[in-house]
């Protein structure tokens, strides 16, 4: 018995080394990289994004996209993840009936499908945050209520492995009602955080379309209000979002505290406030539109606070993005009416 496996497995040692040497004359323009346990394909040279046929080769449990395959956080979940090969945490879809057919009446003044780079209201200090929820969320909250303070939570739907945002298991859900309870705005910053100049036309469409039924599963509406991600968004995406019936948020100020998260160096985004908070700046009653994000740990326990506090200073208001722009609160969302059955 014991002589008929090992011949069993010198058979399967010596299949695998010829076809490993096979390979490259069976898939051509397709490299092979070692790593400390077995061949696989690593890097896919020559590929139409359209072609899946590679996804064959990957291993049991393997990830797969145009130019790698692997079991890492970067195979597997967004934004670094590649789109379109059903492996990604991006490609699920939430729940529910899609919302591409939920009536979008433009209302108001403020544009569709045109950067919206400053706010008009005087003396308005619009604070956003990107990317969230996250773990600090809860804690900014907190701060903001503190403050009497509103801001406009840039929402992302799957990225950075948290999974997806209408998981009720997961804590974000429950979050988001707690922001939009409590007066701050909600907009969306796409379904993974893709940068919507690299993907084409149908998945940046799917990028704002999942998010959409992910908030609605959540608050029972769509945001009007998005922001791209990476802020890029040419001529052919700002079609597209002015077809969803979005407008594009940009910044005025950029707080930097992507950079900075730190407790030394956090100090830098707390300079760039006050400057922008100078009595030069007051005495023109310049509104500032301001970006950061709650997923760093220094912008919320160190920075958020002392925003706050110079805008209280200086006599500014910290509202939302609709607000400071002049926009009433029932433009910001769209209803989804329709029975979920």
Known sequence: ??????LLLLYASVSRALYVQLLPHLLPGRNLQRDNSTYRIAHVED??????????????????????CGITAAHCNSPDCQLGYGTCDADKTPQGPP?????????????????????????????????????????????????????????????SGKGQ???????????????????????????????????????????????EAALRNIMGGIPTYMRPPYSNCNKSCMKD???????????????????????????????????????????????????????????VYNLTAHILQRVNETGYRAVTVGECLNDPRDNWYRWDYRNST
């Not at 018995?1 to 090992?6: I, K, N, V, W």
């Not at 955080?193 to 149908?202: A, E, G, V």
């Not at 979002?241 to 830098?268: C, R, W």
Request: contains cysteine.
């Open 47 to 68: 590929i139409n994004d359209n072609d899946e046929t590679f996804a064959s080769n990957a291993r049991p449990g393997e990830r797969c996209g145009p130019g790698f």
């Open 1 to 6: 018995m014991h002589f008929l496996l090992t």
């Open 165 to 211: 945002i209408d998981d009720f298991s997961r804590p974000w859900g429950s979050l988001i009602q707690r922001m939009h309870r409590d007066g701050h705005q909600l907009a969306s910053h796409t379904w993974s955080h893709q940068d919507l100049n690299k993907i084409t036309h149908r998945q940046r469409r799917d990028q704002l379309l999942k998010n």
């Open 99 to 159: 919302t591409k057919h939920i009536i979008r009446p433009r209302l108001g003044s403020v544009p569709y499908g045109e950067a919206i780079m400053s706010c008009k209201a005087s003396l308005t200090f619009a604070m956003t945050f990107d990317d969230g929820p996250n773990e600090y969320t809860s804690d900014l909250l907190d701060i903001l209520d503190k403050f009497q303070a509103k801001a406009t939570f840039f929402i992302t739907g799957v990225n």
């Open 241 to 299: 979002m002015a077809k969803l019936g979005y407008h594009v948020v940009y910044f005025d100020l950029d707080t930097a505290d992507y950079l900075n998260d730190s407790p030394e160096k956090i100090q830098v985004s707390k300079a760039i406030v006050n400057d922008a908070l100078s009595n030069t700046q007051k005495s023109n009653n310049k509104p500032f539109l301001a970006i950061g994000h709650d997923t760093h740990a220094q912008t």
